[in-house]
């Protein structure tokens, strides 16, 4: 039970806050506009892509490649940006958004120790092709227009095993960074088959 001074210490509080005014500070000036969102709007995986079109092919691509026992988690950019931004319902705006995209960087990542020596399996020319035929499978999909892409290539998310880039003027370049994992058990055996082809849309 509260005694009376304290019940008297209390009301006087509750007293006091009604004498008190708020100050309303002066308002924070509107952000400037920008045609790229700063968060990505709700109905898109982010993880997938930077746009709810890229999300959308790159999860379809992952799941293509799964279906053919190849684990790769499977993330796409395309520029600009904004082109991408479109409801993934409107069939004609999706495929406006493809053709308006100038560059494309297509990340591909295994963990999985088979996806990465069926990779290795073919060695280094194998692999470029690999990556190649991802990007034509992309172009196939209605990404004509680009002509800057890049596709890299990790083990688990430390190593970034290798990267392909293209340009419309100098074509392919291929690059591997730790040496095919030569000599560690991850190598592949000599019975081991390298990758097929990739999907095509």
């Not at 790159?58 to 993330?75: N, P």
């Not at 960087?105 to 035929?133: H, K, M, P, S, Y």
């Amino acid at each position: 039970m509260l005694g009376a001074g304290v019940v008297t210490v209390a009301s006087g509080m509750l007293t006091a806050c009604s004498e008190v005014t708020v100050q309303h500070a002066t308002p924070t000036p509107a952000p400037t506009t920008s045609s790229v969102p700063t968060l990505p709007p709700i109905g898109f995986n982010h993880r997938y892509g930077t746009n709810p079109v890229a999300a959308a092919d790159a999860f379809r691509l992952e799941r293509d490649l799964f279906s053919r026992k190849q684990y790769w988690e499977v993330a796409l950019r395309t520029l600009p940006d904004a082109a991408g931004y479109v409801q993934v319902t409107d069939l004609a705006a999706v495929n406006r958004s493809r053709t308006q995209s100038t560059g494309v960087t297509l990340v591909i990542a295994t963990e999985a120790i088979a996806t990465i020596r069926d990779l290795l399996a073919g060695g280094d020319a194998a692999q470029q092709a690999f990556c190649q035929q991802l990007l034509d499978a992309l172009r196939a999909d209605g990404y004509g227009a680009f002509t800057t892409a890049t596709v890299l290539v990790y083990f688990t998310e430390q190593d970034r095993h290798a990267q392909l880039t293209w340009t419309a003027s100098d074509g392919y370049h291929f690059t591997v960074f730790d040496n095919d994992l030569r000599g560690t058990t991850i190598n592949p055996s000599a019975s081991t088959t390298p990758f097929a082809a990739p999907p095509s849309p």
